[in-house]
C-alpha cells in the first residue's frame, strides 16, 4: 500500500511540474500597444534582403513580428552598447524563418544577450577558446541566447558565405519548440516526411566528410548542426542551394513554406538618400516619409 501511495505522490507531482512547463512554455505574448518607428524600417531597408523581397502587405506583416518579437524579448548589451540596428537584425533573424506561420510565437526564449564578438564555453570575451558565435542557453541558461554582435551584422553584410549566425540560432529554438532539440522539427514537418529527412542529412554528411560538398563543415557534427546550417544556407543563397542540392532543398522549402529560389534576390545594404521614393511604397520622398525624425 505504501509503495502504492509513493508512486501516486511521484505521479502527482510529474503532472504538476508538467502543467507548469507547460504553462511556462504557452505564455501569452504581448501585442504591440507602440506604431513601428520610421527608423526601425530604414534598418530593414538598408540590412535585410529578405525584407526588401516582400510585397508592401507582406512587408507590413514583417513589421508587426518584428514589433512583437521585440515587445516580448528584451536584448541586452553585454561589455558592448546596444544599438536599434542590432535590436532589429536579431528581431528579422527570428521571423525569416518563421515568415511563413503568422501565429508562430517564440515561447522557449525571452532574452538575447549581445556579445561584442566570439566567447567560450564559460562566456568569458576574454582568453582561450573564444571561438562561439552564438548559442542556445541551457540549463540555468533556459529561455537565453546569446549571440557575437560582430557575427550578427555580418550575417547581413555578406550573403554570398552561405552563414548568418543568427538565423542558425533561432532555427535551433524552432528544433527545440517540439521539446527535443534534435534536427528533426517536427512542429514544421509533416510525419511522412520525417524518415526521408533522416536518411537525407546521413547522406549529406557523408557527402561533406568525403569533402564532396560545399555545406558548411559544421553541419558534419550531428543531425542537430545539420539541420541549422542547412537553414542558413536556405535563407541565404537559396538558387544555389537548389542547384546543388535540389532534394535538401525541396524538403526544407516544404519545412518553411517558403519557395526563396524563384524570387529574385533584393539587395542588403542598400544606402537610402534623402531624395530617394521612401522604400515603403508611399509614393513620398523618403525625408517626407520614414526618413523623418
Known amino acids: ?12 507531482a510529474a503532472i504538476i511540474i508538467y502543467k507548469q512547463i507547460s504553462k511556462k512554455q504557452k505564455k501569452h505574448w504581448a501585442i504591440p500597444k507602440t506604431e513601428f518607428l520610421n527608423e526601425w524600417k530604414t534598418i530593414l531597408v538598408s540590412n535585410v534582403s529578405f525584407y526588401n523581397n ?9 513589421q508587426f513580428k518584428v514589433h512583437e518579437f521585440l515587445t516580448n524579448c528584451k536584448i541586452t548589451g553585454v561589455e558592448t552598447n546596444i544599438t536599434e540596428t542590432d535590436r532589429v537584425l536579431v528581431a528579422a533573424s527570428a521571423i525569416i524563418p518563421i515568415f511563413s506561420f503568422p501565429k508562430w510565437q517564440y ?17 568569458h570575451t576574454c582568453g582561450e577558446n573564444r571561438n562561439i558565435l552564438g548559442m542556445v542557453g541551457t540549463g540555468y541558461m533556459e529561455g537565453k541566447m546569446i549571440l557575437s554582435q560582430k557575427a550578427l551584422h555580418h550575417g547581413f553584410k555578406n550573403s554570398n558565405d552561405k552563414k548568418n ?3 542558425h540560432e533561432f532555427v535551433h529554438l524552432i528544433d527545440k519548440a517540439d521539446g527535443q532539440t534534435d534536427g528533426i522539427p517536427t512542429l514544421l514537418m509533416e510525419q511522412q516526411y520525417v524518415i526521408p529527412w533522416i536518411d537525407l542529412i546521413h547522406n549529406k554528411i557523408d ?20 539541420f541549422a546550417v542547412a537553414a542558413e ?28 529560389a524563384d524570387k529574385e534576390r533584393a539587395p542588403s545594404n542598400r544606402e537610402i538618400n534623402r531624395n530617394d521614393p521612401c522604400p515603403c511604397g508611399s509614393n513620398k520622398k523618403y525625408k517626407q516619409c520614414c526618413g523623418k525624425k
Open 1 to 12: 500500500m505504501e509503495s502504492i501511495f509513493f508512486i501516486s505522490l511521484i505521479l502527482v
Open 233 to 260: 544556407y536556405f535563407f541565404e543563397r537559396p538558387k544555389l542551394l537548389k542547384r546543388k542540392h535540389p532534394k535538401l532543398y525541396q524538403v526544407l522549402e516544404k519545412a518553411f513554406n517558403q519557395n526563396l
Open 165 to 167: 549566425t543568427a538565423i
Open 54 to 62: 516582400l510585397s508592401v502587405k507582406n512587408k507590413n506583416k514583417f
Open 107 to 123: 515561447h522557449n526564449i525571452d532574452e538575447v544577450l549581445i556579445y561584442p564578438d566570439s566567447f567560450n564555453e564559460q562566456f
Open 207 to 226: 557527402e561533406i566528410y568525403a569533402n564532396e560538398s560545399d555545406i558548411n563543415p559544421y553541419g558534419a557534427t550531428n543531425k542537430t548542426e545539420f
